[in-house]
């Protein structure tokens, strides 16, 4: 049973060296050919636990494992070699800025594999229309509407066709045709390369439509997990006021502050 | 209580002199580092050929242009004073070793810091702040031998051929001004130069001062950009940085050398 998880996480806790806690002890697990969502207000410490997936933190305690190897005594190398079967769309797509869309995408290519250049060329293009912006393939990213660059970036992250992609609020930014582009993309390309996919995003009507399966993340802590209709019918205070978006609940309205009478008078004393 | 002053002081200045050393030790491991991948750079050879053309080519133009006018103005003001001591015919030794051993290395370097050095700044910084980095790393090329590497060599291969191109054009504004304008004669212009000019001991002392001024502007500069913070402000902060720690080291590595190079030789 535990074969098929792409990614198992117990216990883990991470602690910046200043002392924050921002995870601790979370238990989740990532079933082969799923898209999962890892949701949570922003600063719950969700980026965080992708970039402990993709080995780019390490764990303060607990342990990640990644395709059934624990990621915590791995050296560079190992994990170079570990996220060359991952990929990663970064939040405002992280493109090269000094590449076309077209070189973005074979970025990869060249780097790690042998591929002749025409092979190469036709496999970009290829990304390119899988997303539908071949025609975009000789644009400069400063050239791309924010949905085109998502949708570049998405390109380049399926460029060596990963088994495991991580989506780092992937939805942020975007227009409702964009969004929606985005979203039915990450579902269709998730089947159609029978890969894994972690979707780490605040943006819950959008990626309700699209997650088999949802972690809900705050304080760092997992508080409910579930599918979407369970997610949707839950009576946890804090998932219902997230759901459904309201303005007041366990997450307050204000940030914490001293008195609100007594400090308006210290300013007419002063 | 609030602290006493001077404590508060004593406290900020043991805490900056510490995150001082620290820095200083982060950026010659991240030399290491760098110098490391220096295979890495080469093999991608057409990557550091682009960053010899944005660091070096690019900054031909100022380079030229002020090598011309310092040599212009070395040919002015040494005129005038080598023509007090009846010994105008000199000119020619001054603009050279003058050019030669200190301003074309210096001038040179600190031209490239503000040139090419805040542009490796505020790139590489860039890069950093809109997750070009994290992305890279993420596809498991690393950051250090994909970008700073290619950058570091770009800058440390430029640096002394910009200074030995400020020097011959700065010979060439000081003989412009000294035998075209003012009339000093041509054969003793040159030939007191080819005399007193050694090849060793001040040709090739000169090329090792742009040779150290190139690792030392391009070393700051991929460091700050690597170190920025991910922000605007950070940015800028380190762009500017660069500019003014390339100019007190460049200045500061240059009493050092020539203390060392020209110790009484003639």
Redesign the interface.
Request: without cysteine.
């Given at each position: 049973m535990s074969n098929d998880n792409v990614v198992e996480i117990e216990d883990l806790s991470f602690s910046y060296s200043s002392g924050r806690q921002v995870l601790s002890k979370i238990n989740l697990r990532i079933p082969r050919g799923q898209v999962v969502g890892i949701m949570g207000q922003s600063g719950c410490g969700k980026t965080t636990l992708l970039r402990m997936i993709g080995g780019a933190l390490k764990p303060s305690q607990g342990d990640v494992r990644v395709f059934g190897r624990s990621l915590r005594d791995m050296g560079q190398e190992q994990i170079y070699a570990l996220r060359r079967r991952m990929s990663m769309l970064f939040q405002f797509g992280a493109l090269f800025t000094d590449m076309s869309s077209f070189d973005n995408v074979a970025f990869q290519m060249r780097e790690h594999t042998r591929l002749e250049e025409p092979m190469i060329r036709d496999l970009a293009l290829m990304k390119l229309h899988a997303v539908g912006l071949r025609g975009a393939a000789h644009l400069m990213p400063s050239e791309l509407s924010g949905g085109m660059a998502r949708r570049v970036a998405l390109a380049r992250a399926i460029a060596l066709d990963p088994e495991l992609m991580m989506y780092d609020e992937p939805f942020a930014g975007l227009d409702p045709i964009s969004l929606s582009v985005i979203g039915q993309l990450i579902r269709k390309l998730n089947d159609a390369l029978g890969a894994t996919s972690i979707i780490v995003t605040h943006d819950i009507q959008e990626s309700l439509k699209i997650v088999d399966y949802i972690y809900f993340v705050a304080d760092g802590r997992v508080i409910a997990e579930g599918s979407a209709e369970e997610v949707k019918a839950s009576l946890e205070p804090y998932v219902h006021q997230f759901v459904w978006g309201e303005a007041d609940g366990p997450v307050p309205f204000h940030y914490p502050a001293a008195d609100y009478v007594a400090d308006l008078l210290r300013g007419t004393r002063a | 209580m609030t602290q006493p002053t001077s404590f508060a002081f004593l406290r900020a200045l043991g805490a900056r002199t510490i995150n001082a050393v620290w820095r200083l030790g982060f950026a010659t491991r991240f030399l290491l580092a760098t110098v490391r991948h220096t295979p890495a750079a080469f093999r991608r050879l057409p990557l550091t050929m682009r960053e010899i053309y944005f660091a070096g080519v690019l900054s031909l133009t100022i380079i030229l242009v002020s090598g011309l006018f310092v040599g212009m103005v070395l040919g002015l003001q040494g005129y005038d004073t080598l023509a007090r001591f009846g010994s105008s015919e000199a000119l020619g030794v001054l603009v050279a070793l003058s050019l030669v051993r200190e301003l074309g290395p210096v001038v040179a370097a600190l031209l490239f810091a503000s040139r090419a050095g805040s542009a490796i700044t505020a790139e590489i910084g860039?890069?950093k702040a809109?997750?070009?980095l994290?992305?890279?790393?993420?596809?498991?090329?690393?950051p250090v031998a994909?970008v700073i590497a290619p950058r570091f060599w770009g800058g440390v291969i430029s640096m002394p051929l910009l200074g030995a191109l400020f020097t011959a054009t700065g010979i060439l504004g000081g003989y412009v001004v000294g035998v075209v304008m003012i009339g000093v004669d041509v054969g003793q212009f040159w030939s007191q130069m080819q005399a007193a000019v050694d090849f060793r001991e001040d040709v090739m002392n000169g090329m090792i001062k742009s040779f150290v001024f190139g690792i030392a502007v391009t070393w700051i500069a991929v460091f700050e950009g690597y170190e920025a913070p991910p922000t605007a402000e950070g940015v800028s902060g380190a762009t500017t940085r660069t500019v003014v720690t390339s100019a007190l080291v460049i200045l500061a590595l240059d009493f050092v050398m020539t203390a060392f190079m020209f110790h009484g030789v003639r």
């Open positions: - | 860039l890069m809109t997750e070009q994290d992305a890279m790393e993420m596809m498991a090329v690393d994909r």
